[in-house]
């Protein structure tokens, strides 16, 4: 579902005219990255549980991959705005390819048993629920600064490719180069 929302919100941030068609269409990228982004670690940590000898090998390959993306995917999209023609292309394409990726997730085999079932140990933990973290002073800081880190990265985002262009009369490939060169200074 989040890969739905997210791909419709990404074609929808394509079609915008006007700001008051664009922040919905923000709105729900977010929602959607947000829903696809929790289900994809859960399924991670269920996969990462079933063979904990191989943690580092799987967790680093998914850094590895999402990072590459990160590295890659700017440039590429700000090739793709800029020599393209369309500024709108990249979210084209990213819509396209999250929504016809979205089907393949229900491919995906099931990682938890269902409560009550006959191989379900009868002493396994349940998480607690959300009103339970909340209360505690360590989950509400941890929460917090991820927000603080998201709110600060929208920021940045933002304000550095506006001045970027308005100083430096950057384009969207220069944009795109910037922000890989940037993920590949943090990678080193």
Not at 98 to 119: F, K, M, N
Not at 148 to 171: D, Q
């Amino acid at each position: 579902l989040g890969a739905l929302v997210d791909g419709c919100g990404s074609l929808a941030t394509a079609a915008a005219t006007s700001l008051s068609s664009l922040v919905p269409a923000r709105l729900a990228v977010g929602a959607g990255s947000s829903m696809l982004a929790t289900a994809e670690q859960a399924y991670l940590m269920d996969v990462v549980e079933r063979f904990p000898n191989n943690t580092g090998a799987l967790l680093g390959t998914v850094q590895a991959v999402g990072l590459l993306g990160w590295a890659v995917g700017p440039a590429v999209g700000g090739v793709l705005a800029e020599r393209g023609g369309a500024v709108r292309l990249p979210y084209v394409v990213i819509g396209s390819v999250l929504i016809g990726s979205a089907g393949l997730y229900a491919l995906l085999p099931e990682t938890r048993r269902a409560r009550g079932s006959a191989d379900a140990s009868p002493g396994a933990a349940r998480p607690p629920p959300l009103r339970t973290l909340l209360a505690d002073r360590s989950q509400r800081a941890l929460l917090a600064s991820r927000f603080g880190l998201i709110v600060g990265w929208a920021a940045w985002l933002t304000v550095v490719p506006l001045r970027a262009a308005s100083v430096w009369g950057a384009g969207a490939a220069d944009l795109g180069l910037m922000f890989s060169a940037l993920t590949c200074v943090g990678l080193a």
